[in-house]
């Protein structure tokens, strides 16, 4: 039980607001999960999945409407309008909580309230953040004792006089006397949604839904939208990237986190199995980084999660078998489909259908005659971060890795090439801010097949005005020298032909891309200057072993002038939309880009 008096009046306030059946205090033990797996398997709220084939794996439906992230319920209700930004959806704090007391009022009646006490990072980093999370989901319990350090231990570091970033979390479903969920996944009507951040009180509301990153608030929530904020008043960086460690034939290491927006991969970087004799990568984690100056002058990163909450469509023994491996045992699986067996099944799992199947939604799904996908195209797993056979000795050090690279990037189609090279930190802030990408599945709110610009991938996690937050990348590079500071790249893997093929292969084949940036980072390669930064000379990348033609490389690495004047169109209209907020030094990385194109 917890000694902290802050945390205790805490949890009393939150049981006498949504006036639950009982308190329960989650210790993070195998008992507990254990107990609540066999609890939800009893309801019919989830599956025990093959002992045989998937050792202690359970398997969830949640409810159809209830799938994704909600962009359009989710909030940054600062004090003032302004400093949201105009990228995030912004209700005046007070007026919104008296919205969301009026619905957590009586909201737990009938079922229990878990508190979860969770540490984003190793307990004890100079870098991690404890946060308590009060919810009335067990399914939200038990990812959240993968997702994070959670339970006795974090208490016991939290003390009595520890600092917390309270989470309170409902799906919004209260229970009448001896009613049950009926094997049904609970959660509010869409328009009862909602995921609010305050950042000036540090406290996260989530209302209505039990899916991933509305209701697992350790992850978007605080890993990414509060601690952003945070990270601004005390000089770091909270970021939407994957850490990787690249070792070359010589047993040297680098350090690389990359940023690329949801569904583009992240996860297959961080786990890539390099197609080039004798290197090495590993797996640091695969969504996020809190990353700090040391004493040295280096940025040192660490994974504040310490699981996968990955997407498996796609997923296979192909494309990622580092994951596949890491997900065959004491995985939650979201929304994927089962065989007759009580196997997993989705799209791009590397075979067909074993026979028919029940779909995500419940239903029978035949391969032969379905018109719909088996699996939703977000459909989840959930797995230990220490199962993936490429985790690197080094993944939950306190002190974090040195960060040597830095990579942004999208789905670019055309336009951009297949790898360049910033000019320095500030040209990289520029190369940060214009990141864009096409619309997937990941956000349930937006049009697939669109372009968005996506600055850092972090649109839909900035808390604070994103104009500001340009600023504070700008100001983070004067506090070391251009030496010590990582290197800036932007890659795409997704540049098609005019003909609309794939001119890349992509996954393993990823680490000739790597490959270079190492190469640039030893000072080992020459590259071309052009307008838009450094691009690999005609051989620069190592393609040796693939079957690629000598003009699909060069189309890869072409910069067109009249493609990047339209597009220098396209940022000026990006960038109106922060108004006087935008970086004056930003306009100036984009005027000289204008420039340096119209002279080439
Ligand atoms: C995620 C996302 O779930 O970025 O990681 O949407
Ligand atoms: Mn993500």
Redesign the pocket.
């Known amino acids: 039980m917890a000694s902290n008096q802050k945390l205790l009046n805490w949890v009393k306030e939150c049981s006498e607001l949504c006036q639950p059946l009982t308190v329960e205090w989650v210790d993070g033990s195998k008992e507990e999960s254990d107990r609540l797996t066999k609890l939800m398997v009893k309801e019919g709220l989830a599956t025990a999945l093959n002992p045989q084939k998937l050792p202690n794996c359970i398997h969830f439906r949640s409810d159809p409407s209830d799938v994704a992230r909600v962009e359009n319920r989710t909030y940054i209700a600062s004090r003032s309008k302004d400093e949201a930004g105009p990228t995030n959806n912004w209700i005046d704090p007070d007026e919104l909580k008296g919205v969301m007391k009026g619905l957590y009022k009586g909201c737990m009646k009938g079922r229990t309230m878990y508190v979860i006490p969770f540490s984003m990072g190793p307990i004890g980093s100079p870098i991690s953040k404890i946060g308590v999370e009060i919810t009335d989901s067990p399914y939200v319990v038990l990812n959240m004792g993968i997702m994070t350090r959670m339970g006795t231990k974090v208490l016991e570091a939290l003390g009595e006089n520890g600092e917390f970033i309270p989470c309170l979390h409902s799906i919004g479903k209260p229970l009448a006397e001896g009613e049950s969920d009926g094997g049904k996944w609970p959660c509010a009507p869409i328009e009862q949604k909602y995921i609010s951040h305050f950042p000036e009180d540090r406290t996260i509301w989530s209302y209505g839904s039990g899916y991933g990153g509305n209701a697992l608030l350790g992850k978007?929530c605080l890993a990414l939208r509060i601690a952003s904020a945070i990270a601004r008043d005390e000089g770091w960086l909270a970021e939407?990237m994957l850490i990787l460690c690249i070792t070359s034939p010589e047993g040297k290491k680098k350090y690389v986190a990359a940023a690329f927006p949801?569904a583009c991969g992240?996860t297959n970087l961080a786990m890539l199995i390099p197609t080039i004799p004798g290197w090495k990568v590993e797996t640091i984690g695969d969504?996020i980084a809190w990353m700090k100056f040391g004493k040295d002058g280096r940025l040192y990163a660490i994974n504040p999660e310490a699981g996968f909450f990955g997407v498996a469509p796609g997923t296979s023994m192909d494309s990622n078998p580092n994951a596949m491996k890491a997900i065959s045992k004491n995985t939650i699986y979201t929304n994927v489909a089962l065989t007759a067996d009580n196997d997993v099944w989705w799209e791009g799992i590397g075979c067909d259908a074993p026979g028919k199947l029940t779909d995500w939604t419940g239903k029978e799904w035949d391969m032969a005659t379905a018109t719909k996908p088996a699996a939703h195209p977000n459909a989840r797993f959930t797995a230990p971060a220490h199962q993936c056979p490429a985790i690197a000795r080094e993944w939950d050090n306190p002190e974090g890795v040195p960060i040597s690279a830095i990579l942004f990037g999208g789905r670019r189609p055309s336009t951009v090439p297949l790898i360049h090279e910033a000019y320095n930190w500030e040209h990289g802030v520029f190369m940060g801010s214009i990141v864009g990408s096409e619309v997937t599945a990941a956000a349930l709110d937006l049009k697939a097949g669109t372009i968005r610009r996506d600055p850092f991938a972090m649109l839909p996690f900035c808390g604070y005005h994103m104009g500001d937050y340009f600023q504070h990348w700008i100001n983070m590079g004067k506090k070391s020298s251009e030496d010590k500071l990582p290197k800036i790249f932007f890659v795409n893997w997704f540049r098609k032909s005019s003909d609309g093929k794939w001119l890349w292969p992509g996954y393993g084949d990823n680490s000739r891309v790597l490959k270079w940036i190492f190469q640039r980072l030893e000072g080992q390669v020459k590259a071309k200057e052009t307008a838009i930064g450094f691009v690999p000379d005609a051989n620069g990348i190592d393609t040796q072993g693939l079957n690629i033609s000598g003009s699909n490389m060069q189309e890869l690495l072409n910069v067109n002038k009249e493609e990047w004047l339209k597009e220098v169109e396209s940022i000026k209209e990006h960038y109106n939309k922060f108004g006087n907020r935008l970086p004056a030094k930003l306009w100036e990385e984009l005027g000289a880009l204008e420039s340096r194109l119209k002279k080439a």
Do not use: T
Request: net charge positive; hydrophobic share 0%.
């Open positions: 978007k939407h949801s992240k969504d």
